[in-house]
């Protein structure tokens, strides 16, 4: 049997996301990761053949980790609020869970240098983008949702308002309040409460 690489992706991309969560993508590069890994300058380039490579990699891996429970929290429950409500508690806690995650994506993909990605980093960012907006459209046609104002509510309801909840103490170090997925869950109620429909 063969024995696995000593050296594989997801250690090198552990490596790469404590840097990142650390420092910044700037401090991600070739050789900081080697560094960091324990391991030869070559494994890393065998790996990715280029940092730009690297870095889309770290993004997206980091990104289809969070989504895959955010969405399924909310395709939950049958009520669409609750669904909502899952959704808000579902980023508190991963980013509880997943600190040096949650600060990776801090930074927007232009920082991990989206210009310059491949076509199939390009196209897993696009399904990864277009299954988010497929959630919120199934979400907001069972609010009975109705003009671009409560649409736009939604969006700030399901997806920036309970980011604005972590990311001051994931910017600045502190723990995040054990309060906080009530508060998220609590907050995205009430801006949900006044939208027309409010589902069946």
């Given at each position: 049997m063969?024995?696995?690489?000593?050296?594989?992706?997801?250690?090198?991309?552990?490596?790469?996301?404590?840097?990142?969560?650390?420092?910044?993508?700037?401090?991600?590069?070739?050789?900081?990761?080697?560094?960091?890994?324990?391991?030869?300058?070559g494994?890393?380039?065998?790996?990715?053949?280029?940092?730009?490579?690297?870095?889309?990699e770290?993004?997206?891996?980091?990104?289809?980790?969070?989504?895959?429970?955010?969405?399924?929290?909310?395709?939950?429950?049958?009520?669409?609020?609750?669904?909502?409500?899952?959704?808000?508690?579902?980023?508190?806690?991963?980013?509880?869970?997943?600190r040096?995650?949650?600060?990776?994506?801090?930074?927007?993909?232009?920082?991990?240098?989206?210009?310059?990605?491949?076509?199939?980093?390009?196209?897993?960012?696009?399904?990864?983008?277009?299954?988010?907006?497929?959630?919120?459209?199934?979400?907001?046609?069972?609010?009975?949702?109705?003009?671009?104002?409560?649409?736009?509510?939604?969006?700030?309801?399901?997806?920036?308002?309970?980011?604005?909840?972590?990311?001051?103490?994931?910017?600045?170090?502190?723990?995040?309040?054990?309060?906080?997925?009530?508060?998220?869950?609590?907050?995205?109620?009430?801006?949900?409460?006044?939208?027309?429909?409010?589902?069946?």
């Amino acid at each position: 049997m063969a024995r696995p690489p000593q050296y594989d992706s997801d250690r090198l991309l552990d490596a790469a996301l404590e840097l990142a969560a650390g420092a910044g993508p700037p401090a991600v590069t070739m050789a900081a990761v080697a560094k960091a890994a324990g391991a030869p300058s070559g494994s890393v380039y065998h790996r990715f053949p280029s940092r730009t490579a690297l870095l889309a990699e770290l993004w997206l891996r980091t990104v289809e980790d969070f989504q895959e429970g955010w969405l399924a929290a909310l395709s939950g429950p049958s009520d669409p609020a609750a669904s909502a409500a899952a959704g808000a508690r579902h980023v508190v806690a991963w980013s509880r869970g997943h600190r040096p995650s949650a600060a990776v994506l801090l930074y927007g993909t232009e920082d991990y240098g989206r210009a310059d990605w491949s076509e199939p980093h390009l196209r897993r960012a696009k399904q990864g983008h277009d299954q988010v907006h497929t959630a919120l459209r199934a979400l907001g046609k069972s609010l009975g949702l109705q003009g671009k104002l409560e649409w736009d509510q939604l969006t700030l309801a399901v997806v920036e308002l309970p980011l604005a909840v972590v990311r001051g103490p994931l910017r600045t170090g502190a723990p995040i309040p054990v309060r906080s997925e009530d508060l998220a869950e609590r907050s995205t109620r009430a801006l949900l409460a006044g939208l027309a429909g409010q589902g069946p």
